[in-house]
Every structure is written in structure tokens, then in C-alpha cells.
């Protein structure tokens, strides 16, 4: 292993340690990365090592953290549906459940945002809009898009009262923590506009994965609010399945991927907006915190 490969992988794994990350999600990870897993629990060892101060830590000492045990599997967000409930009390709001599938696992919300919640996001985000860039989820590198031509921008996490009570609603309805969110995107589409069929996840075999993977581990679910809705066109499809979601003002769409692998059936896309103008707000989960 080159010095450079060594000390990018043992510098993410310290800082995942450090953030909480369990150790069997790591070695995971690893795998998924193309580690043999001999290497992988003598590197996490190692790494907890250095973030303790012990001058040695063996494989085998770490070996039982390394296993979720029945009572750990991965966490997932997700909104509580035990009982079939018709809404879901999120504190400020009651949230509507007006669709489920359980294969891609995606739930579509009404509700979510009133009308003035979706005006006044928008209004916030115009005057900072820019062309999207799409992040090569193989090199990490941020590039203007052909398969993406809508405009975008960030807001950053609790930078007014209106972003921090949405981050807090989306964490009580997916019960999932703020700090594991990624900052509140918003897209906007025009006529012709499209975003192409994609994963949300990260490419966990592409040269930046340990740099993406670094802030807060994987993507592990989607949330699509709906602020402004086209005449017609502008529905987020799942060619996998043949869904195509209509995007409602005030809905959102929820949808999970429980591993970095097309087995999710969670490619997705936005089709074309044949007339008016489509605005979303996209917040991606992490499995860790996303600093
Ligand atoms: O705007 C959409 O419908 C859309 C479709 C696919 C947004 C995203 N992906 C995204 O923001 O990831
Ligand atoms: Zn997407």
C-alpha cells in the first residue's frame, strides 16, 4: 500500500471513530471499498489505537465490535408507520402519509411545508442561485452537468429560524438526527430542465470515496420537498419500478438505501419540466454526522 493510501484511510478512520461512527459500520464500509477484511480490522485497530493512546491494539481485541450483533442492525431513518397511521405528529405540524412501498423503501408525505413555508424558501434561495454542479461520485470532483441543467444553491445548517425549524421537523419525522443531515439544497427547473436518472449514494469504489465518505459516512436516504409545482412534467421517476411521483407543492418524498448498491432499486431522476417552472428542496441523510 502506498504511504499516501495508508495515511488517507487511517486519517478517515479516526476521524469516523471520533464521530461516532460503530466499528462493524467501518469495516463495512471497507469491504464495500474493495479492503480484504484481514487488512481492514488490523487498520480499524489500529486506528482506535491512535485515537486512545494505546501504543497497540490487536485485530483480534477489536474482532467482537466488529459484528452488529442481533440487537445492532444498521440504524436507518425512517418515519414510524407501525398501524398504518394517516399522519404523523411532528411537533410544529401533522405530516400526512399519503403513500408507501416497501422495494425501493420510499414513503410519499402531504403537508409537509405550507404554502408560505414553500414561498419564502424560495424567495430566500432565488437571489443565490447558481448552475448546478453535479459531484462525480467517482473522482469528487464538482462539474457542470448535461445531465443536470437545473440551478441550485445551499443554505447553510439553522442559518435562520425558518431552515432550523424545517431541519428539526425532517429529523422528528425521519428520526434521525440534525447533525447527521446534509444543508438543505434547493433546485430549481425550467422548461426543458431535467436531472438524469442517478443514486444519491456514493460510489463507494470511486477514487474520492474515503474524501466523501470522511463527512459523515454514507448517504443513507433522501428527503424531495416539493415548493413550487410545474403545469405539467417535472415528476421524480424510478425507472426500477415505473413510479413517477408528481411534485406536489408542500409534499415530500422520502426514500432509503440501507447500502451503496443498485440492489436498493433506488435510481431515480427528474423528468423533463415540459411547461412552467419546478422548485425542490433535497436533504440527504448520512449514517454518520456530517460536519
Ligand atoms: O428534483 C427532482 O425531482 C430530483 C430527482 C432526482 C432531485 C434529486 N434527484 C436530488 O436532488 O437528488
Ligand atoms: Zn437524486
Same mark, same amino acid.
Given at each position: 500500500?502506498?504511504?499516501?493510501?495508508?495515511?488517507?484511510?487511517?486519517?478517515?478512520?479516526?476521524?469516523?471513530?471520533?464521530?461516532?461512527?460503530?466499528?462493524?459500520?467501518?469495516?463495512?464500509?471497507?469491504?464495500?471499498?474493495?479492503?480484504?477484511?484481514?487488512?481492514?480490522?488490523?487498520?480499524?485497530?489500529?486506528?482506535?489505537?491512535?485515537?486512545?493512546?494505546?501504543?497497540?491494539?490487536?485485530?483480534?481485541?477489536?474482532?467482537?465490535?466488529?459484528?452488529?450483533?442481533?440487537?445492532?442492525?444498521?440504524?436507518? %431513518?425512517?418515519?414510524? $408507520?407501525? *398501524?398504518?397511521?394517516? @399522519?404523523?405528529?411532528?411537533? !410544529? +405540524?401533522? /405530516?400526512? =402519509?399519503?403513500?408507501?412501498?416497501?422495494? %425501493?423503501?420510499?414513503? $410519499?408525505? *402531504?403537508?409537509?411545508? @405550507?404554502?408560505?413555508?414553500? !414561498? +419564502?424558501? /424560495?424567495? =430566500?434561495?432565488?437571489?443565490?442561485?447558481?448552475?448546478?454542479?453535479?459531484?462525480?461520485?467517482?473522482?469528487?470532483?464538482?462539474?457542470?452537468?448535461?445531465?443536470?441543467?437545473?440551478?441550485?444553491?445551499?443554505?447553510?445548517?439553522?442559518?435562520?429560524?425558518?431552515?432550523?425549524?424545517?431541519?428539526?421537523?425532517?429529523?422528528?419525522?425521519?428520526?434521525?438526527?440534525?447533525?447527521?443531515?446534509?444543508?438543505?439544497?434547493?433546485?430549481?427547473?425550467?422548461?426543458?430542465?431535467?436531472?438524469?436518472?442517478?443514486?444519491?449514494?456514493?460510489?463507494?469504489?470511486?477514487?474520492?470515496?474515503?474524501?466523501?465518505?470522511?463527512?459523515?459516512?454514507?448517504?443513507?436516504?433522501?428527503?424531495?420537498?416539493?415548493?413550487?409545482?410545474?403545469?405539467?412534467?417535472?415528476?421524480?421517476?424510478?425507472?426500477?419500478?415505473?413510479?413517477?411521483?408528481?411534485?406536489?407543492?408542500?409534499?415530500?418524498?422520502?426514500?432509503?438505501?440501507?447500502?451503496?448498491?443498485?440492489?436498493?432499486?433506488?435510481?431515480?431522476?427528474?423528468?423533463?419540466?415540459?411547461?412552467?417552472?419546478?422548485?425542490?428542496?433535497?436533504?440527504?441523510?448520512?449514517?454518520?454526522?456530517?460536519?
Amino acid at each position: 500500500m502506498a504511504d499516501a493510501d495508508y495515511r488517507n484511510i487511517t486519517r478517515w478512520l479516526v476521524e469516523q471513530i471520533r464521530a461516532g461512527q460503530p466499528t462493524h459500520a467501518l469495516l463495512q464500509s471497507m469491504s464495500q471499498q474493495g479492503w480484504r477484511r484481514d487488512i481492514a480490522m488490523g487498520l480499524i485497530a489500529q486506528a482506535m489505537g491512535e485515537r486512545s493512546g494505546a501504543t497497540e491494539v490487536s485485530p483480534a481485541s477489536v474482532a467482537p465490535l466488529l459484528e452488529p450483533s442481533a440487537t445492532c442492525a444498521p440504524m436507518m %431513518p425512517g418515519p414510524a $408507520l407501525d *398501524g398504518a397511521p394517516m @399522519s404523523l405528529d411532528v411537533g !410544529d +405540524r401533522k /405530516v400526512s =402519509v399519503l403513500m408507501t412501498l416497501p422495494e %425501493p423503501k420510499v414513503v $410519499l408525505f *402531504g403537508d409537509f411545508l @405550507s404554502k408560505n413555508e414553500c !414561498d +419564502r424558501l /424560495v424567495e =430566500v434561495a432565488r437571489p443565490r442561485m447558481q448552475r448546478s454542479l453535479t459531484t462525480d461520485l467517482k473522482t469528487g470532483d464538482n462539474k457542470l452537468d448535461v445531465v443536470r441543467t437545473s440551478r441550485g444553491m445551499f443554505f447553510n445548517r439553522g442559518e435562520s429560524p425558518l431552515i432550523a425549524a424545517i431541519e428539526t421537523r425532517i429529523a422528528r419525522l425521519l428520526a434521525w438526527p440534525v447533525e447527521k443531515g446534509e444543508h438543505l439544497q434547493v433546485l430549481h427547473y425550467r422548461p426543458g430542465d431535467r436531472y438524469e436518472p442517478h443514486y444519491d449514494y456514493f460510489d463507494p469504489a470511486g477514487d474520492a470515496a474515503p474524501a466523501l465518505l470522511a463527512r459523515g459516512g454514507q448517504r443513507v436516504a433522501t428527503l424531495l420537498m416539493y415548493l413550487r409545482e410545474p403545469e405539467a412534467g417535472g415528476e421524480t421517476i424510478f425507472p426500477d419500478t415505473g413510479l413517477r411521483v408528481s411534485p406536489k407543492r408542500g409534499c415530500a418524498l422520502f426514500f432509503s438505501y440501507d447500502r451503496p448498491h443498485p440492489s436498493t432499486k433506488t435510481l431515480h431522476g427528474g423528468a423533463p419540466v415540459i411547461s412552467g417552472e419546478k422548485w425542490v428542496a433535497t436533504k440527504w441523510l448520512r449514517e454518520g454526522v456530517f460536519a
